[in-house]
């Protein structure tokens, strides 16, 4: 029989947009003793934990709940309660995970109508709102921080242009929780989907949500059509009801509320978890918190650019928390991860798509966002890149990092 060793993952300092490393206090919380999720100090716990992520959110909504499953799980919980089949999607797409939003949209059935703008770049917000007039969709469905191309999309305006269309706004925000500011009631957003593993610093296997009562009202309008139609007439009732059990928000909703209606068995040690990263979030204030994102991004950026790194995308959408670097041309990109991870336990990240092979995205989210990790990353970079011929100035990047760290104390 095969004698396996003892678990001893390596201490890696993750520079990637995810997942990221967990604060030990986070690690900590999951090691607690599991409580029964009707246990009432259990269900208190649950309702911090609504009570912390409309903070967190910057919402009043009702619902604010975390699904159970990484953040594509919360993106295809509220399109498949939301989108009836039939309904047109308006999905502006400007990185990977924007096609993510046309596949699970497609899957639900929706006429999907798709903008599309080259990768680096994000809409003007003017281009949303045309499409949104003229194509009147009943939902706009589009992605915050786009963590493939590292550029962060801004919703001047079409939060209310939606309202005008009568169409609901979907974002997912699963890169930009907890490191960018997210406003969900004052720009109007009705469904925002955050995720764990990145800026919350919480392991990936949960993913927080959040909806208004437009949104839930097509939920419920859902629900109360097809208990009346249940016994007359089977075919609309198939093109009505949510096609998932697990993931239908009207059930899910039923759970988090005062009637806990029993659904799933609650991940109990994932919600202590992201009740633990969230609680640290609003423990180190959320403006201090995006500043020290904020703070940490500039002295990378000093850095790879006085190393003679040229950064891809445009710098006037550019995500805070994603940076992206182009491999020097003849050098193997792969390898040169490959010599980071070995030889100093870092880890940056590849790319996808047209990108794959072109550039490198290093990320600086939650408990990996520190002063600590950049100039590691900095220093092994420029030791590697030497290793692999390439021409850099040494010592300097150090240097241009510590002087922004020192200029951002003044
Ligand atoms: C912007 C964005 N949306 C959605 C996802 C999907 O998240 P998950 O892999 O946790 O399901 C990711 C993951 O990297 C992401 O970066």
Same mark, same amino acid.
């Not at 959408?317 to 050098?331: A, E, S």
């Given at each position: 029989m095969t004698i396996y060793k003892d678990l001893a993952p390596s201490q890696r300092t993750i520079m990637t947009p995810g997942p990221v490393e967990v604060d030990p206090r986070v690690l900590r919380a999951m090691s607690y003793p599991i409580l029964g999720q009707f246990d009432p100090e259990f269900t208190a716990l649950m309702n911090e934990t609504m009570e912390m992520l409309r903070a967190l959110f910057q919402t009043n909504n009702q619902w604010c709940y975390p699904i159970d499953g990484t953040s594509r799980s919360g993106i295809e919980a509220v399109l498949v309660s939301v989108i009836q089949p039939g309904d047109k999607v308006l999905v502006p797409i400007y990185g990977r995970f924007g096609h993510l939003l046309v596949e699970i949209s497609e899957r639900c059935g929706a006429e999907v109508v798709t903008l599309e703008k080259e990768w680096g770049t994000v809409f003007d917000p003017g281009e949303i709102i045309g499409a949104i007039r003229r194509e009147q969709p009943h939902i706009v469905a589009m992605v915050h921080g786009e963590t493939s191309t590292g550029c962060l999309q801004p919703f001047g305006g079409i939060g209310a242009a939606c309202r005008e269309a009568d169409a609901l706004l979907i974002v997912d925000a699963v890169a930009t929780i907890g490191g960018v500011p997210v406003q969900t009631d004052a720009w109007q957003l009705d469904a925002v989907i955050g995720g764990t593993? +990145? %800026?919350? *610093?919480?392991?990936?296997g949960m993913a927080p949500v959040t909806y208004n009562e437009r949104v839930e009202a097509k939920v419920l309008r859902r629900k109360t059509i097809e208990r009346g139609l249940r016994d007359k007439d089977a075919e609309s009732v198939h093109g009505l009801t949510v096609r998932s059990n697990y993931f239908d928000l009207g059930m899910l909703q039923d759970y988090w *509320?005062? +009637?806990?209606?029993?659904?799933h068995t609650e991940a109990t040690s994932m919600l202590y978890a992201l009740r633990e990263g969230v609680r640290l979030v609003l423990q180190e204030g959320l403006e201090a918190r995006f500043a020290r994102h904020r703070r940490h991004e500039a002295a990378l950026l000093a850095g790879l650019t006085a190393m003679g790194l040229t950064l891809y995308g445009d710098p006037g959408c550019k995500l805070p928390v994603v940076t992206c670097v182009r491999i020097p041309d003849g050098v193997d990109g792969e390898a040169v991860r490959a010599m980071l991870l070995n030889s100093f336990g870092i880890e940056i990240a590849s790319s996808f798509g047209p990108l794959k092979g072109q550039i490198w995205r290093i990320g600086t989210m939650?408990? *990996? %966002?520190n002063q600590k990790n950049v100039l590691h990353v900095l220093g092994a970079l420029e030791a590697v890149l030497i290793r692999h011929g390439v021409k850099v100035p040494a010592g300097e990047a150090l240097q241009a990092a510590l002087a922004c760290y020192e200029r951002s104390l003044d």
């Amino acid at each position: 029989m095969t004698i396996y060793k003892d678990l001893a993952p390596s201490q890696r300092t993750i520079m990637t947009p995810g997942p990221v490393e967990v604060d030990p206090r986070v690690l900590r919380a999951m090691s607690y003793p599991i409580l029964g999720q009707f246990d009432p100090e259990f269900t208190a716990l649950m309702n911090e934990t609504m009570e912390m992520l409309r903070a967190l959110f910057q919402t009043n909504n009702q619902w604010c709940y975390p699904i159970d499953g990484t953040s594509r799980s919360g993106i295809e919980a509220v399109l498949v309660s939301v989108i009836q089949p039939g309904d047109k999607v308006l999905v502006p797409i400007y990185g990977r995970f924007g096609h993510l939003l046309v596949e699970i949209s497609e899957r639900c059935g929706a006429e999907v109508v798709t903008l599309e703008k080259e990768w680096g770049t994000v809409f003007d917000p003017g281009e949303i709102i045309g499409a949104i007039r003229r194509e009147q969709p009943h939902i706009v469905a589009m992605v915050h921080g786009e963590t493939s191309t590292g550029c962060l999309q801004p919703f001047g305006g079409i939060g209310a242009a939606c309202r005008e269309a009568d169409a609901l706004l979907i974002v997912d925000a699963v890169a930009t929780i907890g490191g960018v500011p997210v406003q969900t009631d004052a720009w109007q957003l009705d469904a925002v989907i955050g995720g764990t593993q +990145k %800026c919350l *610093s919480v392991p990936a296997g949960m993913a927080p949500v959040t909806y208004n009562e437009r949104v839930e009202a097509k939920v419920l309008r859902r629900k109360t059509i097809e208990r009346g139609l249940r016994d007359k007439d089977a075919e609309s009732v198939h093109g009505l009801t949510v096609r998932s059990n697990y993931f239908d928000l009207g059930m899910l909703q039923d759970y988090w *509320s005062p +009637k806990r209606l029993n659904h799933h068995t609650e991940a109990t040690s994932m919600l202590y978890a992201l009740r633990e990263g969230v609680r640290l979030v609003l423990q180190e204030g959320l403006e201090a918190r995006f500043a020290r994102h904020r703070r940490h991004e500039a002295a990378l950026l000093a850095g790879l650019t006085a190393m003679g790194l040229t950064l891809y995308g445009d710098p006037g959408c550019k995500l805070p928390v994603v940076t992206c670097v182009r491999i020097p041309d003849g050098v193997d990109g792969e390898a040169v991860r490959a010599m980071l991870l070995n030889s100093f336990g870092i880890e940056i990240a590849s790319s996808f798509g047209p990108l794959k092979g072109q550039i490198w995205r290093i990320g600086t989210m939650g408990y *990996s %966002c520190n002063q600590k990790n950049v100039l590691h990353v900095l220093g092994a970079l420029e030791a590697v890149l030497i290793r692999h011929g390439v021409k850099v100035p040494a010592g300097e990047a150090l240097q241009a990092a510590l002087a922004c760290y020192e200029r951002s104390l003044d």
